[in-house]
């Protein structure tokens, strides 16, 4: 199994254009989610998805789209990038509802808005 | 509302040197609790984790104890070594209907010096 994988590793972006953040798990995971990563701020959950077609927003949902088509990918989107998104980015996967279940990250992708 | 507190670092030791890193918790159900590491430029993994109270997690030389009547979960260990040197993160992840969720403290940055 090649766990969670992220696509691509390292991003340089102008503001105002726009990007796909790829995220894919192999491990049939119901529950795969997007954090974003800065200094003092710990981890803040961006999106989150319990099953192909339902999303839903977390903390800091605003400037990104995602979508769940399949039970593999998660992709995020940058619609418009700004500098405030500047960060690193975690894709993770949790297998069926429970709260004792481990959670997998991804290797993550470190973003940089100029 | 559910909520992690944890030590702010950073924290430097010597090797061998003994680790506690303290957690505290907020959580309206009967949470699980968990460690999570990030070594330098990668994601997090889990270290260990505790489903109900009195249960110690173990993993590598690192031990915690879930504390329901003090809301603890303090990470320990008794000689540290440097490839400890990683950030640490205490989470939970509460039973109910947003049992999918691990709700994250900010981190700790431990520097182990030979």
């Known amino acids: 199994n090649a766990g969670v994988t992220q696509t691509p590793k390292f991003q340089v972006l102008k503001t105002g254009q726009s990007m796909t953040l790829q995220c894919a798990q192999d491990?049939?995971?119901?529950?795969m989610s997007w954090y974003r990563q800065d200094p003092g701020m710990g981890l803040r959950l961006i999106h989150y998805?319990?099953?192909?077609?339902?999303?839903d927003q977390g903390e800091v949902p605003n400037g990104y789209n995602v979508s769940r088509s399949t039970t593999e990918d998660f992709p995020l989107r940058l619609l418009s990038a700004a500098p405030s998104q500047t960060s690193v980015y975690f894709c993770?996967?949790?297998?069926?509802?429970?709260?004792?279940?481990?959670?997998?990250f991804g290797p993550g992708t470190r973003l940089t808005v100029l | 509302g559910n909520s992690v507190t944890q030590m702010e670092g950073p924290v430097t030791l010597s090797e061998e040197a003994f680790l506690t890193i303290n957690c505290t918790y907020t959580a309206t159900g009967y949470p699980s609790l968990f460690w999570y590491v990030q070594y330098p430029g990668e994601g997090l993994q889990l270290l260990l984790k505790a489903t109900k109270a009195d249960d110690k997690g173990s993993n590598k030389g690192f031990e915690a104890t879930y504390r329901k009547e003090t809301t603890s979960f303090h990470l320990e260990k008794g000689s540290v070594q440097v490839s400890d040197s990683a950030v640490y993160f205490c989470a939970l992840s509460d039973t109910g209907g947003s049992n999918y969720k691990l709700t994250f403290g900010k981190g700790t940055l431990l520097t182990v010096n030979p």
């Open positions: 998805s319990v099953g192909a077609g339902i999303t």
């Open positions: 993770a996967s949790r297998s069926q509802p429970s709260s004792y279940n481990e959670q997998f």
């Open positions: 491990m049939n995971h119901e529950y």
